[in-house]
């Protein structure tokens, strides 16, 4: 074998041992309890909320040092973290369906950016259809087909000063399977 040979292999296999070594140290160190500390946590207790809400759970108590945690520069991810609302529309028979609000507007005239979307394939991910900009959105019925929205929007009258007001909508839809390369149709009707 040739010096560049060996010595490559050399230091591929040094490579791949001090791999092993972080690894098994980072498990090490996520496994072992975390050093004592001066007062011993009592057990979790429950502390009651207000009538009607369910009760809260104590703070936690970590019982190793862990590992930690690295931001992720990936761009998509932007995106993924300006959702601040989501709603699983679970009841459209085998169709992957939601209703999400992205924060992107102005916080103090109807800040979220509303959007259903309806799930196509890994390939092609979703048909994403624009609602609207609205304050909140809650939903208040969801058949196959059709979602019932109660919408908080900001209004603002002649001389500036900022209201709010709510209002009903009606999303319809067809049902069924979700065509790769044809758009849903989605119509969005005022209700009472």
Not at 9 to 37: E, V
Not at 45 to 74: E, H, M
Not at 87 to 95: E, T
Request: proline content about 10%; some cysteine.
């Amino acid at each position: 074998m040739t010096t560049r040979l060996i010595t490559a292999a050399a230091l591929l296999a040094a490579l791949s041992l001090s791999g092993c070594d972080r690894l098994t140290a980072a498990w090490t160190a996520f496994q072992q309890p975390a050093a004592p500390t001066a007062a011993t946590p009592a057990p979790p207790t429950v502390v009651p909320d207000v009538a009607g809400t369910p009760p809260t759970i104590a703070p936690l108590t970590p019982t190793s040092r862990g590992l930690p945690v690295k931001a992720l520069p990936d761009e998509t991810l932007q995106y993924s973290a300006g959702v601040v609302e989501l709603y699983a529309l679970d009841k459209q028979q085998g169709v992957g369906a939601k209703i999400f609000g992205t924060a992107g507007g102005d916080p103090a005239m109807n800040g979220l950016q509303t959007y259903i979307a309806f799930y196509r394939s890994p390939a092609d991910g979703w048909w994403v259809y624009g609602l609207g900009d609205f304050l909140d959105f809650k939903v208040l019925n969801e058949v196959p087909g059709q979602v019932d929205l109660e919408i908080e929007e900001s209004t603002m009258d002649a001389q500036g000063t900022i209201g709010s007001r709510k209002r009903r909508a009606i999303i319809v839809f067809p049902v069924g399977p979700i065509h790769e390369t044809q758009p849903v149709n989605v119509r969005m009707m005022p209700a009472d």
